[in-house]
């Protein structure tokens, strides 16, 4: 299966590089949408041999996390159901780390098992984590006040 996901991955360009993780049997990383600096790691889960799991990471900026600061504890649980509620509008998978309300990262997740693998359900499963992530990433800019059409000052972006 990897092979495989390779092959399509270089014949449309977005293959970046491979990498090492402990609790998979393989790692890569594509770049997505093509020509873009922005990466989808691809894995096949060292506990699920039959699975590929597509994931992007949304990592917060200590100084974007100055506003949840400033939010009452309600204001913040009522924010972050929100954001899960819009998270969930989407066909994807999602996890977020947000210690006293503080959101710190968002990971966006799409699983395709080996039975169902096509070149079509890869590019169709990467574009749905970079749209999740995307929206959640435009959800957060709009609701912290970032403006529209500007560079992103919030520090809410991809790494």
Excluded: C
């Amino acid at each position: 299966m990897r092979k495989r996901i390779e092959g399509w991955l270089r014949e449309e360009g977005q293959f970046a590089r491979y990498l090492k993780d402990e609790n998979a049997n393989w790692v890569i990383l594509a770049n997505h949408p093509r020509n873009q600096p922005t990466t989808i790691t691809v894995f096949n889960p060292l506990a699920s041999p039959g699975r590929v799991v597509l994931q992007m990471v949304l990592n917060i900026a200590e100084d974007a996390q100055q506003p949840f600061r400033k939010m009452s504890q309600r204001d913040r649980e009522a924010f972050l159901l929100d954001l899960r509620m819009e998270a969930n509008r989407r066909p994807t998978e999602f996890g977020m780390v947000h210690p006293d309300g503080i959101l710190q990262r968002i990971t966006v997740s799409y699983e395709i098992f080996e039975d169902e693998m096509t070149k079509g359900k890869l590019f169709l499963g990467m574009r749905e984590v970079y749209k999740s992530l995307l929206q959640m990433q435009w959800f957060l800019q709009t609701r912290l006040g970032v403006a529209r059409g500007k560079e992103d000052e919030s520090g809410i972006g991809f790494r």
